[in-house]
């Protein structure tokens, strides 16, 4: 019998009346948990390995907020913030309440927000073990004998299914945010990020309305000297893989908050991509994969227990999540000096863009606001050519303010700090994918460390002609016919000529947010990409 180092929590202020409370069960015990109720496997490394089921990765389609007078006139409702009705959701989660009754369920109290200005306490309470285990990697661990004092509750419960027709939901999963209840419930659903990124949807709503904190969804790093690096990318951008430096200490990996005196992490913890991982390109995050972590939708060697990272035939979305301490140079707190250099990556797989330009702050709102990368041709059904795929603030399904929101915070802060930005092309250079190459993250690392450390301070820059941006004639480490993108094309007026649609796809994509934008704001934003 599995029992629990603390007094279980009263659970009677949610009238859920459970069979078994296991309360701050640790790591082991919870990987024990988890083998005895059949929820997964150990991998030769030790890590606990575990299916998902039908989902995995997020639902953007199934999340919901509900809509009350709290929420109503703040948040951007949109096809990522949808609105549910207050007495639906309260109804649903009394159903939900009454499925885990009389059934074993795991408690934990836990953090978010390193910096203890901002810190906010959650209850998770879930149906398996292993989601309790990624709770426990992921967000801020309490002081043993010193649990939290939550504010916020989350209930995740993958076997229970709503009725669309009675509930009010678009399908049998879901994911339902409740700003004035403060809760968080989730159904039908095994993916575990689904936890992870309603608590940061949360953070995204309150630290800028209550706080003026801007929320980031980004990677950080921090050298000797305090000068600390802010990573935006969507996924297959480089973002962990950039920020895992050996000579600087990680802040975190995905979830930031930038006060005025601080950037700090949201979280305790990594939740990593595995797809062809290895330990010569990522030692950081593949020597993490030990005990305690959890690997999600990963395969096996046929006859064997070693991970496949190459195999994603059960999706490409293959995770790993840790507790950030298992990164040997990881920040201790996870709190961090004012940044000194934004980089905004991109995987432009046009191979237009210059793998490297330096952004004013106008340039920056306007980049930062438009989140860009491209999918190449393969990684999704029906994609046969590169497509230009725009996120806002690089993070657009988290958003529940406007993004003109964030971006107005994020030029306010830059201007106030001084912070440098750049725009980082991880993609394709001499041509789009299939023609040109991709760049070498060897030439990337140096040119972020160039950067970084001032390399690039006196060397002239040349405008480009379509973008507006400012690209260094030179830089160290990097050979100097690769900074200018359209001498790497074999074709010049098919640069150019593909450079402007990409110019024009920024322009248009922009459109949706005019309406928000004052008239300076607007300008602002759209020269970069208009000239």
Not at 337 to 353: E, R
Not at 421 to 426: E, K, P, S
Not at 511 to 520: I, K, N, V, Y
Request: aromatic share 10%.
């Amino acid at each position: 019998m599995i029992k629990a180092k603390l007094t279980a929590p009263d659970l009677s202020d949610l009238n859920l009346n459970a069979a078994t409370v296991y309360y701050q069960l640790s790591p082991a015990e919870l990987i024990e948990a988890a083998l005895k109720r059949n929820e997964g496997t150990l991998a030769d490394s030790g890590a606990l390995a575990i299916d998902t089921g039908m989902f995995t990765g997020r639902s953007p389609k199934d999340r919901f907020i509900v809509s009350d007078d709290l929420t109503r006139d703040l948040v951007w409702w949109s096809d990522i913030n949808i609105p549910f009705d207050g007495e639906k959701a309260d109804r649903l989660f009394d159903r939900l309440i009454d499925y885990l009754e009389n059934k074993p369920v795991f408690v934990r109290d836990a953090f978010a927000c390193a910096d203890p200005a901002y810190r906010l306490g959650i209850r998770v309470i879930t149906e398996t073990a292993y989601q309790n285990l990624f709770a426990y990697n992921l967000f801020l661990r309490a002081e043993e004998g010193k649990p939290a004092d939550p504010s916020w509750t989350i209930v995740a419960a993958p076997g229970f299914l709503a009725d669309p027709e009675r509930d009010g939901t678009r399908q049998a999963n879901f994911s339902i945010i409740d700003f004035t209840k403060k809760r968080i419930m989730i159904g039908g659903t095994g993916y575990t990020g689904e936890i992870k990124k309603g608590v940061f949807s949360v953070l995204n709503f309150l630290l800028p309305v209550e706080h003026q904190v801007l929320p980031m969804h980004c990677s950080a790093n921090t050298g000797q000297n305090g000068d600390t690096a802010l990573f935006f990318g969507l996924s297959g951008t480089g973002k962990t893989t950039l920020s895992a430096d050996s000579e600087r200490a990680l802040v975190g990996d995905d979830e930031h908050g930038w006060s005025d005196q601080h950037v700090f992490n949201f979280e305790g913890g990594c939740y990593a991509k595995c797809v062809n991982l290895s330990a010569e390109n990522e030692p950081e995050i593949f020597n993490a994969i030990r005990f305690g972590a959890l690997l999600e939708n990963t395969n096996y060697f046929s006859g064997s227990r070693e991970v496949d990272f190459s195999d994603i035939s059960k999706t490409e979305n293959t995770r790993v999540a840790y507790p950030i301490h298992y990164i040997s140079n990881a920040a201790k707190p996870s709190v961090a000096p004012l940044p000194k250099h934004i980089f905004f990556l991109t995987a432009d797989a046009f191979g237009v863009l210059p793998p490297i330009s330096r952004l004013d702050a106008r340039q920056a709102m306007f980049h930062f606001i438009s989140g860009y990368t491209a999918k190449v041709a393969g990684t999704e059904a029906g994609v046969l050519e590169p497509q230009a795929t725009f996120s806002a603030c690089y993070g657009k399904a988290f958003l529940p303010l406007h993004p003109v929101t964030y971006a107005n915070l994020l030029g306010q802060k830059m201007e106030q700090h001084e912070v440098s930005a750049w725009l980082i092309n991880t993609g394709w250079s001499g041509g789009p994918y299939g023609t040109g190459s991709r760049i070498k993250l060897s030439y990337t690392r140096a040119m972020i460390r160039a950067a970084m450390k001032g390399a690039l301070a006196e060397v002239d820059f040349n405008i480009h002609p379509v973008f507006g941006l400012q690209v260094p004639a030179i830089c160290p480490g990097v050979p100097t016919t690769l900074l200018d993108p359209a001498g790497t094309w074999t074709d010049g007026a098919a640069y150019t000529h593909k450079a402007r649609e990409l110019a024009d796809a920024f322009v248009n994509n922009f459109r949706q947010f005019e309406d928000a934008a004052d008239t300076g704001l607007l300008q602002a934003l759209r020269e970069p990409a208009a000239q």
